[in-house]
Nanobody, 125 residues
Framework: QAQLVESGGGLVQTGGSLRLSCVAS????????MGWFRQAPGKERDFVAA????????MYGDSVKGRFTVSRDNAINTVWLQMNDLKPEDTAVYYC??????????????????WGQGTQVTVSP
């Protein structure tokens, strides 16, 4: 049974940093593209970042470019989202997601097969 477990969320002040982790199990992590999405209260879930199965390619949503970095370690089935220079508008529940296969990096929710339960990130002014 596929499972994604996020951790690392919390409360941070504007300009601070957090690193989210997502540990995967129950599927072939090494041949899966991984992504991060976020959902703020009353808003749709938005694409944040994605990383290829090798870790050699990544892409980001416009609002986080230059501040967030996605990385992975296939040896321990883990993907991370390093978030720097956090802003109040980054406040949201952050979700880890898995897109089976080794194709192009997806930014659409519908392209992902598995989802984590989410972790809350709150950035205070």
């Amino acid at each position: 049974q596929a499972q994604l477990v996020e951790s690392g969320g919390g409360l941070v002040q504007t300009g601070g940093s957090l690193r989210l982790s997502c540990v995967a199990s129950g599927f072939s992590f090494i041949t899966t593209r991984m992504g991060w999405f976020r959902q703020a209260p009353g808003k749709e879930r938005d694409f944040v970042a994605a990383i290829s199965w090798t870790g050699g390619s990544s892409m980001y949503g416009d609002s986080v470019k230059g501040r967030f970095t996605v990385s992975r370690d296939n040896a321990i089935n883990t993907v991370w989202l390093q978030m720097n220079d956090l802003k109040p508008e980054d406040t949201a529940v952050y979700y880890c997601a898995a897109a089976l296969g080794t194709g192009v990096l997806p930014s659409r929710e519908g392209s992902y097969d598995y989802w984590g339960q989410g972790t809350q990130v709150t950035v205070s002014p």
